[in-house]
C-alpha cells in the first residue's frame, strides 16, 4: 500500500475514532450546568427591555442558538399579558465561542462564560406589564451533556399586582411527599413509586451492523442501475491503459478503497451537518418524517422516469478530464470521483433513502456506517473488474433492462416511504394512517410492482415487449405472493413478518383476529402501580415508543405468542408507556429532581423523564419487573426476540415476587 493511502486511511481513521468517542454513554449530572435569572428594565415611556442572565458553571458551556448551536439550539420565548404590545428577538452580550467538540461530534458555538441576553418589548401606559420567560437549553461539560433543560422566569412591572394569578416561576412547585429520591413536583404522584432504583444496563442491539449490512445491499443495487452500468466500459478502458499487457492490475485495491473513502467522507459531512448525538430525535419528530416521507416520495417519482436528478455536468467533465490528465495514484482517485460524479443520478435515491433510514434509527455512527457500506457494496464489483480488466469484456450491455432495475427500486422507495409517514401519525395521534390504510396501501404497491414485472404496467422509458421472460416472471411471484400475505391484516391478522413497519394493532379499527387470553395494562405509570398495589400482582413495565422498530419486533414475537400472554394475563399488570407520545399534558408539569428543574409538556416527555431519572436508561424497548413499592424484581432487559428467555425472566421476576410476599 502506499503512503499516501496509508495517509488517507490514517486520516480516516482518527475521525471513526472521534464519532466513536460521541457514542460513550452520556452521564446524569446533578448540577443543571446553568443558573437562570431575568430582570425587566424600563428605558422610557412605554418601553423597557428585560435582561436574561445565564450563569456558567465552572467546567460547563451551553449552546448557542440555531444554527450553530446544533440540534438542542438554546430557545429563549417570550409571552406577555394584555398590558404588553410586542416583545423583539434576543440579543447576547457577547458572541459565542466556535469550537469542535469530540463528545458531539460537531463544529458547535456554545458560551462557557456568564453571558446576558437583552430582550426589548413595549406595554400600555398604565397597565402593569407581566412577562413569562421559557428557556430551553442545553449544557455540556469536556466528557458530556446533560439533558436538554426547560426553564420558566417571570418578569412584572409598572405596579403589575398578581390578582390571584399563578406565576409561572420555576419555585412554583409543591414537595411531594419530602421522598429521598430528591424529587419535588406540582403534581400529584407517588413520590415512592418514582423513587430511583439502581439496574444493570443491559447491552443494546447491534443497530449499526444493520445499518452497515443495509448500505452494502444499496451499493450492489446501485451497480444495476442506469447510470452506473455504463461506466462500467469507461473502467475498463481506463484501467487496460494504466496496465499495459496481462490481466492483472495492481492499482485495483487503490480504486476501490479511493471510492470507499469518498463515499465514506460524504457520511461523516452528513453526521456533522446533522449534529452528533442529536439524530435520534428526528425518529418521532413530525416535520422531519414528513420531510423524508416527501423526500422519498421524490426520489420514487425521479425512478419511474419523470425526471433525472443530476449533478451539473461541468463537475463530471472536470474530474473526467482530471483523470486523463494524470497518472498514478492520483489519477485511479480522479477516476473514483468521476465514478462517484457520473453515477449520481441513479445513486443519489438509494443514497437519500439511506441516510434518511440511518438518521432515524438516531446513531451517530449511523450515516458513516450506512455510506461506509454503500461504498463497499458498489467498490467491490468495481476492483474486482479493474483487477481483472478482461472480465469486463463478457459483461452484457445497458439497455432496457436496466430501466426496469430503476422503477422497481422507484416501488421500494414508496414501499419504504409510509413508514415515516406513520411514525409521525402514531406520535401525533393524527390517525390519518390507521393500520388498514397502511396494508392496504402496501397492498397496492405491491401488486403493482408485480404487474410491472410481468410487463401490464409500462412507463414512458420502458421497451415494449412481446413477451415476458423467465426471470421477470420468477421475480414478479414475490411481490404478488406478498400482497396476498398482507391481506388478512385487513381484517387483524398479526403479519409477523413484517410487524415492525406497518402501524400497531392498537389503530385498527375492524380486528377479527382476537386472542383467548387478554393481559390487564396500562397507559399511566401511576394508575398502573396503584391496581397493581390493589390486587397484588407485579408490574411488568414496557418503556417503547411509536417510532420504536425493535418494540414492534418484540410486541409480534414475544408478547403476542401464547406463552407469554398467558403469563401475562394470570400473574402481572403491564404498563405500557410511550416515550414519544406527543400529546400535551392536561397540565404541563415542572419537576425538580435533585436540584435541577424539568418542564414536561406532553406526555412522552412525562414518560421519558420517568425512565431516565427512576431507572437511569434512556433506550426502547426497554423492559423491568418491579414489586408493589416499584423495586425492580430482576434485571432490566432490552430487545431480545427469544421467547424462551423473555418466560425465563418473567419467571423469574413472579419468583422474587411471590418469595418477597412469603
Known sequence: MTDMMRSIIKKNVKILALLLLGLLPIA??????????AEAVTDAQGSGHVVITAKVAEGYHFYSFAPEGGYNSLEIKAEGNDAVTSTGSPSASMAPESHYEESQGAELSSWSEDVSFTLPFTFEEGKGYKIALRIRYQACDATACLTPRAVSLTVTGNGYEEAGENALTAGNVADSAGNDGGLTTDAAINAEWWAPVKTVTPTADQSPWAILILGFVGGLAALLTPCVWPLIPMTLSFFLKQKKGGKFNSGALTYGVAIVVIYLVLGIAITLIFGAGKLNELSTNAIFNIIFFLLLVVFAISFFGAFDIKLPQKWSNAMDSKAESTSGIISIFFMAFTLVLVSFSCTGPIIGTLLVEAASQGNILGPALGMGGF?????VPFTIFAFFP???????KSGGWLNSVKVVLGFCELILSLKFLSVA????????LDREVF?????????MLGLYLLGKIRFSHDDKKDH??????ILAIFPLAFAIYLLPGLWGAPLKACSAFVPPLETQDFNLYTHDTHYVEFSDYDEGMMYAKEHGMPVLMDFSGYGCVNCRNMEAAVFDTDQVRSMLADNFVVIKLMVDDKKELVKPMVVKANGTEYNLETVGEKWAFLQSYKFGANSQPYYIALDNEGRPLNDPVYY?????????WLNQGLER???KKK
Open 28 to 37: 446524569a449530572r446533578g448540577a443543571e450546568g446553568v443558573e437562570w435569572s
Open 375 to 379: 461504498a463497499l457494496g458498489l467498490a
Open 390 to 396: 478482461g472480465m469486463l469484456k463478457e459483461m452484457p
Open 425 to 432: 401519525d402514531m406520535a401525533y395521534g393524527w390517525r390519518l
Open 439 to 447: 396494508i392496504s396501501i402496501w397492498i397496492v404497491l405491491f401488486v
Open 468 to 473: 415476458v421472460g423467465v426471470g421477470r416472471f
Open 640 to 648: 431480545d426476540n427469544s421467547v424462551e428467555k423473555f418466560m425465563l
Open 657 to 659: 415476587y411471590d418469595g
